[in-house]
């Protein structure tokens, strides 16, 4: 019974996860864009802070509800990538002196959502459930 427990939950625990990085995630687009939770001063809209500002909050968002959730993971892993190489990288070589764990950790995390989806506890899942429904036969 203990062994099919983690399995029973896994895909429930996936949407946790998914809820709780885009909320993370969003966080850093607030408080760019919208000066919550920490005032910041606003990047310029076509700055590379300002796509990634507009990127955290859109894509942040996307994820929390998981509304394409596999396209727009790819294009945060993506960004997530550029920002820890362009950004934290070439202050030093290991992240827990440049600062880039949080880029890194959103990296992969982001990599992980691409092939795994959003879960069940998604916009994505009741979608792909709705046209299942409408496609079976009567």
């Known amino acids: ?3 099919s427990l983690p399995s029973a939950l896994s895909s429930h625990v996936l ?3 998914r809820i709780v990085v885009g909320l993370l995630f969003l966080e850093h687009g607030t408080a760019k864009y919208l000066g919550f939770p920490a005032v910041q001063r606003i990047p310029e ?3 590379m802070s300002g796509v990634g500002g507009l990127l955290e909050l859109i894509g942040g968002a996307l994820i929390v509800v998981g ?3 596999r396209p727009v993971a ?3 892993c993506g ?3 550029i ?3 362009y950004a934290h990288f070439p202050r030093n070589f290991f992240p827990v002196i440049n600062g880039g764990d949080a880029a890194i950790l959103y990296c992969f995390t982001f990599l992980y959502l691409t092939f795994a989806g959003g879960g ?3 916009v994505d899942a009741l979608v792909w459930r709705g046209r299942s429904l409408r496609s079976s036969p009567a």
């Open 74 to 76: 790819f294009i945060l």
């Open 79 to 81: 960004e997530m990538a």
């Open 83 to 85: 920002a820890y190489f």
């Open 67 to 69: 509304l394409f959730t």
């Open 1 to 3: 019974m203990l062994s």
């Open 120 to 122: 069940p506890w998604s």
């Open 45 to 47: 809209a076509m700055s």
């Open 15 to 17: 949407s946790i996860v």
